[in-house]
Nanobody
């Protein structure tokens, strides 16, 4: 069973920084895309930042220039460095991994349990 373990959430003042980490275990083949989504109260879950195994990145417009995603394909991990945090960044952040298998050939999305990020004014 694939499991995503998240860490790094917490409370920070506006303008501060946090670093989220996610490590996947139980991956038998490889991970295609890995990254972070978030869900704020009363809002839909949205993409924050993802990266393919070829290091192609996709950032939400609202976080470009402030958040930086890094990925280690050997460790099957991703880190999200969040700088210049704003109150509107407050949300539960979920790690996501699109996992490949060759027996059978397939793709499946896995999610972490979520980690709370709270940015105070």
């Amino acid at each position: 069973q694939v499991q995503l373990v998240e860490s790094g959430g917490g409370l920070v003042q506006a303008g501060g920084s946090l670093r989220l980490s996610c490590v996947a275990s139980g991956v038998m083949f490889s991970i295609n895309t890995m990254g972070w989504y978030r869900q704020a109260p009363g809002k839909q879950r949205e993409l924050v930042a993802t990266m393919t195994s070829n290091s192609d990145t996709n950032y939400a417009t609202s976080v470009k220039g402030r958040f930086t995603l890094s990925r280690d394909n050997v460790k099957n991990s991703v880190d999200l460095q969040m700088d210049s945090l704003k109150p509107e960044d407050t949300a539960v952040y979920y790690c996501n991994a699109l996992v490949r298998s060759d027996s059978p050939i397939s793709l499946r999305a896995y999610w972490g349990q979520g980690t709370q990020v709270t940015v105070s004014s």
